[in-house]
C-alpha cells in the first residue's frame, strides 16, 4: 500500500478492512429485498464500534484512505474539486 504505516495502524485500531467478494455479492443479492440495489464486489470497512461503513472500494488503499479521514479524523476526505489544473502557456 502507499500509506503510511501510522496511518494503516490508526485505521486498523478502529476498523476491519476486508473485501467483499463475489461468493457474498451472489449470496447477499439472493436475499435483497425488491427495493434493494443489488451489492457489489469490493473493499469494504466496517466501525468496530458497529456504527458506520462503506463499501465498494476499488482498492484496498482508497478504502484505508476512507476509514481514516471519516474514523480517525473525523472529516470528509478533501474534494477532488479542490485541485486546479494549470496549464503551462509559453
Given amino acids: 500500500m502507499w500509506l503510511p504505516n501510522n496511518v494503516v495502524a490508526e485505521v486498523d485500531a478502529v476498523a476491519r478492512i476486508h473485501y467483499v467478494n463475489v461468493a457474498a ?8 429485498q425488491e427495493d434493494e440495489l443489488r451489492l457489489l464486489t469490493g473493499w469494504c470497512w466496517t466501525a468496530k464500534n458497529g456504527k ?6 476499488k482498492s484496498q488503499t482508497v478504502c484505508y484512505r476512507d476509514a ?3 474514523l480517525v479524523k473525523k472529516q470528509d ?8 489544473v494549470v496549464r ?3
Fill in 52 to 57: 458506520s461503513f462503506r463499501q465498494g472500494f
Fill in 77 to 84: 476526505a478533501p474534494p477532488i474539486a479542490r485541485l486546479r
Fill in 25 to 32: 455479492t451472489q449470496k447477499w443479492n439472493s436475499y435483497r
Fill in 88 to 90: 503551462n502557456v509559453a
Fill in 68 to 70: 481514516w479521514y471519516e
